[in-house]
């Protein structure tokens, strides 16, 4: 098929691969255009930007797609169908419009669960057992086109980065199949009766709160991880905590109950497994309390 391929995020890759694998004639990668980042603060491109021009695809960057001349633009490419993943920008009804097969999505979520950008987080932090992915015909509202196919893995104790890596893969095979036999996929409405909404993360819900429960903060600290990272501070240093256990044990919240960092939460309490110190990479318990020990009875905030 002609696709025109609409991705920014390393989650977007794989599908993007997997089409080129796949035979498809890729007229296009449209991508968000280059952001500054890191220190130096360096014009830097999108994951897709580096995989579309390594497999040797146009690669188009606007700032939006409102513009008649875009629209112009994106039908001259005579596209079958447009494919996106996690592209960031909102498609106009004109763009929708455009390939002979409209435009389909891979939503990291079994929809109408978890509608908008932030699914895989909310999954996690709201302990759901299942997530998965799920193809979309797009239509004008925020996720609520018909779905043409659905994946389901169980989330039992994976972190959102972890998750991510996994959808991604799953999306990319589930397309390629969805693509294979379009014309047997009958579209299934969604029940707007179910759906739930997964906003952005705000920076402000990082913030590790000590009075909540231990199982609580475990989802909310892997829902967070690697990014932005669940934190608190210990000793005055920010730290971020990605990875943790409950443990059955008790006392005033936020204070360390023994040597391996055991920290008292609302109810019972954690431990945690994976940290990270500003400026440094993450590293398990034993290589962060030889590096920063913590005693008992220390109070973390």
Same mark, same amino acid.
């Given at each position: $098929?002609?696709?025109?391929?609409?991705?920014?995020?390393?989650?977007?890759?794989?599908?993007?691969?997997?089409?080129? %694998?796949?035979?498809?004639?890729?007229?296009?990668?449209?991508?968000?255009?280059?952001?500054?980042?890191?220190?130096?603060?360096?014009?830097?491109?999108?994951?897709?930007?580096?995989?579309?021009?390594?497999?040797?695809?146009?690669?188009?960057?606007?700032?939006?797609?409102?513009?008649?001349?875009?629209?112009?633009?994106?039908?001259?490419?005579? %596209?079958? /169908?447009?494919?996106?993943?996690?592209?960031?920008?909102? @498609?106009?009804?004109?763009?929708?419009?455009? +390939?002979?097969?409209?435009? @389909?999505?891979?939503?990291?979520?079994?929809?109408?669960?978890?509608?908008?950008?932030?699914?895989?987080? =909310?999954?996690?932090?709201?302990?759901?057992?299942?997530?998965?992915?799920?193809? $979309?015909?797009?239509?004008?509202?925020?996720?609520?086109?018909? $779905? *043409?196919?659905?994946?389901?893995?169980?989330?039992?104790?994976?972190?959102?980065?972890?998750?991510?890596?996994? *959808?991604?893969?799953?999306? %990319?095979?589930?397309?390629?199949?969805?693509?294979?036999?379009?014309?047997?996929?009958?579209?299934?409405?969604?029940?707007?009766?179910?759906?739930?909404?997964?906003?952005?993360?705000?920076?402000?819900?990082? =913030?590790?709160?000590?009075?909540?429960?231990?199982?609580?903060?475990?989802?909310?600290?892997?829902?967070?991880?690697?990014?932005?990272?669940?934190?608190?501070?210990?000793?005055?240093?920010?730290?971020?905590?990605?990875?943790?256990?409950? /443990?059955? %044990?008790?006392?005033?919240?936020?204070?360390? *109950?023994?040597?391996?960092?055991?920290?008292?939460?609302?109810?019972?309490?954690?431990? +945690? @497994?994976?940290?990270?110190?500003?400026?440094?990479?993450?590293?398990?318990?034993?290589?962060?309390?030889?590096?920063?020990?913590?005693?008992?009875?220390?109070?973390?905030?």
């Amino acid at each position: $098929m002609r696709i025109i391929f609409m991705g920014t995020p390393d989650f977007a890759v794989p599908t993007l691969r997997a089409l080129h %694998a796949a035979g498809h004639e890729l007229v296009a990668a449209y991508t968000q255009p280059p952001r500054r980042a890191g220190r130096g603060k360096k014009l830097q491109v999108s994951p897709v930007y580096k995989a579309a021009e390594e497999l040797g695809i146009e690669v188009r960057t606007p700032k939006s797609l409102k513009q008649p001349e875009e629209h112009e633009a994106f039908a001259a490419l005579a %596209a079958d /169908v447009a494919v996106v993943a996690a592209y960031g920008l909102i @498609l106009p009804q004109a763009i929708l419009d455009a +390939p002979k097969s409209g435009c @389909l999505n891979v939503h990291a979520s079994i929809l109408p669960y978890w509608r908008g950008a932030a699914p895989i987080h =909310r999954a996690v932090m709201a302990g759901d057992v299942v997530t998965g992915v799920t193809i $979309m015909q797009m239509e004008a509202g925020l996720d609520t086109g018909p $779905m *043409l196919a659905t994946l389901r893995t169980p989330i039992e104790d994976k972190t959102t980065g972890e998750l991510t890596e996994e *959808l991604a893969e799953l999306g %990319a095979g589930l397309m390629v199949q969805t693509l294979r036999e379009l014309e047997k996929h009958i579209p299934v409405a969604q029940d707007d009766a179910e759906a739930t909404y997964a906003p952005k993360i705000d920076k402000a819900e990082a =913030r590790i709160d000590w009075i909540r429960p231990a199982a609580e903060l475990v989802r909310h600290i892997h829902g967070l991880a690697p990014f932005p990272g669940a934190w608190c501070t210990v000793d005055g240093e920010r730290v971020k905590l990605l990875r943790a256990e409950a /443990v059955d %044990a008790a006392g005033n919240p936020g204070k360390v *109950l023994d040597d391996q960092m055991t920290i008292a939460c609302g109810d019972a309490a954690i431990r +945690p @497994l994976r940290l990270q110190r500003a400026g440094k990479p993450a590293m398990d318990l034993a290589a962060f309390l030889r590096g920063k020990p913590v005693k008992r009875g220390e109070l973390i905030e």
